[in-house]
């Protein structure tokens, strides 16, 4: 399901969250090592993004780097994190080219310092492009930055600045990450694992799930164009019911 003629282009997802998953058992499958199933999960992504772009979404979050991943094998960090120096510099023109706002969430300050550098770079020179944003979650847990909210909240009302009954839904999303940046109505996982694996915990309360079988190197146009497609023939009811939403 790959025809544009069967998606309506009027009800896009104004924001995609995907979590890239399997580049590591794709290698292993093609008999290399995991490194060059990261370095082809770049084409995926490049691909991916422009197909978002054509299709007029506004936010693409991809879950690039957890804070669980630290836990890889040394040489797997090391090859990720030079290959994310590597790729922002080498994709930075094309950003550009096709309007493509730069922005990260996560804990940004743990990554090492070139990666924070380049990182930084990138996000300045696309600041001003229009197209789509595409956010990279880096060294992000959804548990780290809920403590970090619960944290800034406390703070916040030992000086005195807020009252617990200022406390609600608005405030929470205010103080995380993601503050200028739209909840995402679908979110999609490779690999054919069925688990969120601490991604955007708070955000995707009403987000639709779509699951593939297949790896994130063997991800692009055809297969977001069939998870829209999948996404637009779901009735999103929001906790009302079917007959709620047809006499709205």
Not at 177 to 204: A, C
Not at 210 to 218: A, M, R, S, V
Request: proline share 2%; charged share 30%.
């Amino acid at each position: 399901m790959s025809d544009l003629n069967h998606i309506d282009l009027k009800a896009i997802p104004e924001h995609i969250a995907i979590i890239m998953d399997g580049n590591g058992r794709w290698a292993k499958s093609q008999g290399q090592d995991r490194i060059f199933g990261h370095t082809k999960g770049v084409d995926a992504v490049r691909e991916t993004l422009r197909a978002a772009a054509d299709l007029k979404v506004k936010f693409l979050t991809l879950y690039a780097f957890s804070t669980e991943n630290w836990n890889r094998p040394k040489e797997e960090v090391e090859g990720l994190m030079n290959l994310l120096v590597m790729s922002l510099a080498n994709e930075l023109e094309e950003l550009n080219e096709n309007g493509v706002r730069l922005q990260a969430i996560g804990n940004i300050k743990g990554l090492p310092k070139e990666c924070q550098e380049s990182l930084e770079e990138a996000i300045i020179q696309t600041r001003n492009n229009t197209s789509i944003t595409l956010v990279l979650a880096l060294n992000y847990s959804s548990k780290w930055e809920i403590e970090e909210m619960v944290k800034s909240i406390a703070k916040q009302i030992k000086k005195d600045s807020i009252s617990l009954d200022e406390i609600d839904e608005n405030l929470i999303s205010e103080e995380l990450t993601t503050k200028e940046i739209p909840d995402p109505e679908l979110l999609i996982r490779t690999s054919g694992e069925h688990r969120v694996s601490n991604f955007l915990l708070w955000q995707i309360a009403y987000t639709e799930f779509y699951f593939l079988d297949i790896f994130w190197p063997e991800f692009g146009k055809k297969q977001l164009i069939e998870a829209i497609y999948d996404y637009q023939n779901r009735e999103r009811r929001f906790g009302l019911v079917s007959e709620q939403l047809k006499g709205a």
